[in-house]
């Protein structure tokens, strides 16, 4: 036996795949759980792979393992000696092409303050194995092309009542009178990143589901005790996910249980372990009183994405991490269509382009620019990203663009015919789709594997004599940090033409109609249309029908016509969007702060309209976020930029004070009554009611007779209203902020996840000490830097929201999260990685600015230990 260590973390490339020499059929688990020290026997049936031309894959077995003590191995059950022991692999020799291997591994779960591998949670055992975790348990094939089918035995004392795993349980029993053991098993081969054990004693809520041929599948939910109240959400939003994969994709769930553990320990939102998916305790727990109208509809989503993903994930899954997308891409797609058949389209479009407006456009133009399927990974956590997984989902919504909804259903079946049981590539997913649709992607394949993100400059023309229009558009493609040569992509392109009075045009060229998506896939391309008898208003990117950036010479005018008169209410919102940026650029370079009037009169109609649709009226009414605004600046004007977006409100909150007083009396009238009421009506008036009332903080001053009413408000039992009044009162900085602050955190002390919305409110908080007031809640009895959900909660909102004092010339700021992110270097690198964004694009600030973040990335590079995690992210932004 030979011990070797390796420092410095080195890149994967996705050039350099291979199939493994090896590969791992059936595992057999038993865990003894013990805090810190678990013991782990695996017992594998190892088998050596072919190439396709039927010719041995030479080389040896090779083994991940990470903090893991090696008690034994063993070759067909012979003791083995010969092994070579690396920082972060087991190499093993053998001349035999099948054989059986045993290795016992001892861990400690409670130390493990990673949250990866298996870990203790609020006491209870817990994994996260995706992406690379299960090489924290026991030395194995820690890919996701190796699939195995897993039996699982969990020996553990009885103060652990429910012993869970994957698949369906298959035996069960005492051990003398304190211990007891569970074994499980999973018919259905998967990678080992889809295991999952959860050891606890919790309530559980138990319902069934009877499938679309008739088979009675039981459903289980495990909560902590004493939350049982809040989690009928979570299962009825399972059954609606269960039906609406039957109705939409004709996909059946495939085991006799499936389970849903809620801890409050976790890294990420949820975890699609086969039948076994282990969520934060945030993404499924919620009751009227401590969580929010936008909860309700995160909870639904997030439990729709992991089931949604027992097919596209589990039954087929990624050949290598860099086919990320494969999975995450077309589920976030299968997801946002579930929540837009259950809820509103409109409002569902809207959420999800201000993820890419706000973060993926950003994240773009960073240094951490990579394609959806990247090239080149140091740490795989880092690519959990919203490209891959938010611009992947842009990336199949064009798709069922080019093919439409028929070809992609035919495509979606093709897919598990030829691939179930495998790990596949995008390629491969994209192959499908042109052999069932005879439609040629090979263009559309280069959204693959380019980065960056398209910008289409757009010019029009009217003939009146002719009554004719022209369109030209041209793509351009900027160099990205990764990439500094780029093609030409296949961009589906859609347009509607409205005419003076609102009425939609038809697309007509030489009496043959014109489909509304053009295919742009040259550099430039013009398009004709006649029949025109006047020049008429073009929508263009329609729906926002390819991720993209748009340029193109709207007046206010043409804008406004837009909001009042579109056939899509997404494209009304993304006029009102553009209209307002237009605004507050010009203001910023001009130096005048006066918002048009057309804007302010443009608003009032909304507010006022008795017969739009209340969500829809609420995001009409609300300002560009900073990111989106900072996505159209080379170097962003932090200053002006906060300053023109801050007097825009307070322009806005001043013309229109009585409008909005009016509306949200009117709309509070009945909210006593509909406190518990989920209705997409009772949520609208929540939204535009608490749209109403930012706007009436922001004069900063509130009436006696309007606090009466907020009072009121905040009484009741809607946790919707209630934080939109303390918000209220918290940004007006009224008298009253303090002592609502004291009441909150008073009458929810014990409930977490409520007090992370009061840990919220307060790194929101516009005080000039705001970085020394956060450094004294580190010392709250809820704060717990170990714990995600509150780190986040408190440095991640004020980091991405607060950005007045984030950006304050003085740096304090940017020290605040520096100083977080070397405490989590050491206690959980991943939740640091994830936390380091608002540092990553710094070389797009002014000059000081870029003095003050490269000082503190620079702290970052020359801690001890900086994990791979960090490194990746810190090493780009400086290179």
Known sequence: MSSLNIQTPKAKFLKDYAKPAFSITDIYLEFDLDDTQTQVRATSKVKRNYCENKSVIQGDLILDGIDLELLSVEIDGQQLSDYQLLKEQLVLKSDKDEFELTII??????????????????????????????????????????????????????????????????????????????????????????????????????????????????????????????????????????????????????????????????????????????????????????????????????????????????????????????????????????????????????AAVKAMRTHQFSEDAGPMAHPIRPEKVIEMNNFYTVTVYNKGAEVIRMMHTLLGKENFRKGMDLYFQRHDGQAVTCDDFVNVMMAASNIDLTQFKTWYSQSGTPKLIVSESYNAKKSQYQLEIKQVHTATTDQAIKQNLHIPFAIEFLDSSGKTLPLTYKNKKINKVLNITDEQHTFYFDSLKEKPTVILLEDFSAPCQLEFEYSDKQLCHIVRHASSDFSRWDAQQILITNNIKRAVENNDMTLESSVIELIKDIIEDGTIDLELAAQLIKLPSFDTLSSDYEQVPVDELIKVSESFEKQIADALSQQFITRYKALSKKSESECLDLSATVVGKRALKNACLFYLAKQNKLDLNLILILKKQYALENMTDALAVLSAVVHADHVLSNEMLDSFESKWSKNALVMDKWFALKAMQDRSDITSHLETLYQHDHFDYANPNRVRALVGNFSHFNLKHFHNIDGSGYKLLTDILIKLNDINPQNASRMITPLMSWKKLDINRQLLIKKQLQRLENIENLSPDLYEKVSKALN
């Open 105 to 350: 591994t001892k861990i400690s779960p409670a130390t493990n303050s990673s949250l990866e591998g298996l870990y203790l949670s609020d006491g209870a055992y817990c994994t996260q194995c995706e992406a690379e975790g299960f090489r924290k348990i026991t030395y194995y094939q820690d890919r996701p092309d190796v699939l195995a089918t897993f039996t699982v035995k969990i020996i553990a004392d009885k103060k652990y009542p429910h012993l869970l795993s994957n698949g369906n349980k298959i035996e069960q029993g005492d051990i003398g009178i304190d211990r007891h053991y569970t074994v499980w098993q999973d018919p259905f081969k998967k990678p080992c990143y889809l295991f999952a054990l959860v050891a606890g004693d919790f309530d559980v809520l138990r319902d069934t589901y009877t499938t679309m041929s008739g088979r009675e599948v039981d459903l289980a939910l495990f909560v902590d005790k004493g939350n049982l109240d809040k989690a009928p959400h979570a299962i009825e939003s399972l059954k609606k996910s269960m039906k609406w994969d039957e109705d939409t994709f004709g996909l059946e769930y495939d085991l006799d249980i499936y389970m849903i553990v809620a801890v409050d320990f976790f890294n990420m939102g949820a975890m699609e372990n086969k039948g076994l998916n282990v969520f934060n305790s945030k993404c499924v727990l919620a009751n009227q009183q401590t969580a929010t109208d936008s909860d309700y509809h995160m909870i639904e989503s997030i439990i729709g994405h992991e089931y949604f993903h027992n097919w596209t994930g589990n039954r087929v899954t990624c050949r290598d991490w860099f086919q990320l997308s494969l999975k995450e891409g077309l589920t976030v797609f299968r997801d946002q269509e579930f929540s837009s058949d259950l809820g509103s389209r409109a409002i569902n479009r809207i």
